[in-house]
């Protein structure tokens, strides 16, 4: 069975750091694609960033780029997204999310098994 | 980036109804367009993928259709498991975007 934990949520002061993680289990890690995907409060969902399975491959959404950095360790099974510079509108529930891909490309792709999520609250 | 919207935003129905939720794309997305359940307090669960393709283990009366910039969504008997939120996703190109939800009430 499928199964995706993320971790590391919490609450943090504008410009401060998170590093959250995704521990993966039931199927090979290393070949496929994950994504970030995350939920402000009430909202609806927005793609945050996508990884190929080889640790190469990265996408981003505008709005992260240059603050975000999503990355994996396959001999752990672990998805990473360390977020710096954290804005009040980064407030989210943040979903890990398996691509059925090996490599993130345009095209007939999509999120066959997402994780729990966890929050991240980034407030003064 | 490419925009996608839902109609209706919100609908109030009544278990065994039949209900179609539209999703637009602002420009031709070909058939890479995903729908996504979501229920309170749960994450995303994928029922339709490449716009007509349903996922294995979703029931049957999901269907999906449509191509270019136009998209359904069809339950076609609804069960009291199917009130929950609606979204479409396009993957065409980076960034993928999702539409904002539709949402069926009792």
């Known amino acids: 069975e499928v199964q995706l934990l993320e971790s590391g949520g919490g609450w943090v002061q504008p410009g401060g750091s998170l590093r959250l993680s995704c521990a993966a289990s039931?199927?090979?890690?290393?070949?496929?694609?994950m994504n970030w995907v995350r939920q402000a409060p009430g909202k609806g969902l927005e793609w945050v960033s996508a990884?190929?399975?080889?640790?190469?491959?990265?996408h981003y959404t505008d709005s992260v780029k240059g603050r975000f950095i999503i990355s994996r360790d396959n001999s752990k099974n672990t998805l990473s997204l360390q977020m710096n510079n954290l804005r009040a509108e980064d407030t989210a529930v943040y979903y890990c999310?398996?691509?059925?891909?090996?490599?993130?490309?345009?095209?007939?792709?999509?999120?066959?098994?997402w994780g729990q999520g966890v929050l991240v609250t980034v407030s003064s | 980036d490419i925009q996608m919207t839902q109609s209706p935003s919100s609908l109030s129905a009544s278990v065994g109804d039949r209900v179609t939720i539209t999703c637009r794309a602002s420009q031709s997305v070909s058939d890479y367009l995903n729908w996504y359940l979501q229920r309170p307090g749960q994450a995303p669960t994928l029922l339709v993928y490449?716009?007509?393709s349903v996922q294995s283990g979703v029931p049957s009366r999901f269907s999906g259709s449509g191509s270019g910039t136009d998209f359904t969504l069809t339950i076609s008997s609804l069960h009291p498991e199917d009130f929950a939120t609606y979204y479409c996703?396009?993957?065409?190109?980076?960034?993928?975007?999702f539409g904002p939800g539709t949402k069926v009430e009792i």
């Open positions: 039931g199927f090979t890690f290393s070949a496929y694609a």
């Open positions: 996703q396009q993957t065409y190109t980076f960034p993928s975007t």
């Open positions: 990884l190929g399975g080889s640790g190469d491959n990265r």
């Open positions: 490449t716009a007509s």
């Open positions: 999310a398996r691509d059925i891909v090996l490599i993130p490309a345009a095209g007939g792709t999509w999120l066959d098994h």
